[in-house]
């Protein structure tokens, strides 16, 4: 299939920060919102609305979407895990959230303290909940690939999940590699799967995490694969607080660059994405690199065309 573009969506703000030891001032986590959507990002997942004792990084997700400088055709997404969360969603003026269903009991009850079959329920609740309120709605299947307490998830189980949560009619449903170890000929099967189950007026959404470095393969396997929208953090930033050895999403820089030399468009300036990544590796006192950070892209810029700066 002929792939002409691409839907990036921004990740770096909620999942780049939530298992980071160094936490970013709330005026530096509305920059790096501000940094996103200035490098072309229309789509940014913001914060979490969860419990602060759980996820003590986004503790101030209220006071970051309160310092906004909102753009216009830019959606401003949060993840949520009960009603409450929606509630202080729609109070914030998120435009859309993000309900997670794990996909194994193990690894579900660790994350939300129930298992699948109870969080599945849950997120058609949920969805309901946010559908009335206006809100775009998504539900993430969190190990869809593997899970780090059982292991292996079959294409049965996740067909098995997928058919639960079917009934909410989700405006968009997408599949996480939350430990990072799939590989392409999973990620496309998986994805013919879940729009063999969901149909096609679901948006289909993949969520890598690069742990084993397949996660660029797996993007091009997914886009392949009819998927329409990719997350990715700046600076390969990000992790799960449960999931042992998961390490950050794919990123930005390095996705951009690859799909701007395949021809593909995805609305991201990459000068100003590689520019961003530095900025918050910076900011957060990370030895972590990027591909793109390290090498810089190819063909080499001039000097002055390393970082952009931009103003908070």
């Known amino acids: 299939m002929v792939i002409d573009r691409a839907t990036i969506l921004e990740v770096s703000p909620r999942d780049g920060l939530q298992n980071e030891q160094t936490q970013l001032s709330t005026a530096e986590k509305v920059a790096l919102v501000h940094r996103a959507v200035a490098m072309g990002a229309r ?33 401003y ?61 998504t539900i993430t299947i969190a190990a869809a690939f593997g899970c780090p307490f059982e292991g292996d ?12 949560i079917a009934g909410a009619h989700a405006d968009e449903v997408a599949l996480a590699d ?22 096609d007026d679901v948006t289909h959404r993949l969520h890598l995490h690069d742990t084993r470095n397949t996660a660029m393969a797996n993007s091009i396997a997914a886009l392949e694969a009819g998927v329409e929208v990719l997350d990715a953090s700046l600076g390969g930033t990000g992790g799960c607080p449960f999931a042992p050895a998961a390490t950050g999403n794919v990123a930005t820089e390095d996705l951009v660059y690859m799909l701007d030399r395949m021809g593909v468009r995805t609305g991201i ?28 892209p190819f063909p080499q810029p001039g000097p002055d065309d390393w970082c952009v700066p931009l103003a908070p």
Request: a positive charge; hydrophobic letters at 45%.
């Open 43 to 75: 789509r940014v997942e913001v914060s979490s609305f969860v419990n602060p004792a759980r996820v003590p990084q986004l503790a101030d997700a209220d006071a970051v979407f309160a310092g906004l400088r909102r753009e216009p055709g830019v959606s």
């Open 77 to 137: 997404a949060a993840l949520v895990m009960n009603e409450r969360g929606v509630e202080r969603a729609v109070a914030a003026g998120a435009d859309e959230v993000n309900i997670v269903v794990v996909a194994t009991d193990t690894f579900c009850r660790r994350n939300q303290g129930v298992d699948t079959s109870e969080a599945a329920r849950n997120a058609v609740r949920l969805v309901d909940t946010a559908r009335r309120a206006g809100l775009f709605t």
């Open 153 to 164: 998830v079959s294409e049965a189980r996740l067909e098995h999940v997928l058919a639960k």
């Open 178 to 199: 939350t430990i990072g170890c799939a590989v392409p000929g999973q990620v496309s099967a998986r994805a013919r799967l879940a729009r063999g189950v969901l149909g």
């Open 269 to 296: 300036d990459l000068t100003s994405a590689l520019g961003s990544a530095r900025w918050l590796l910076a900011n957060l006192g990370s030895s972590r690199a990027s591909a793109l950070v390290n090498a810089g």
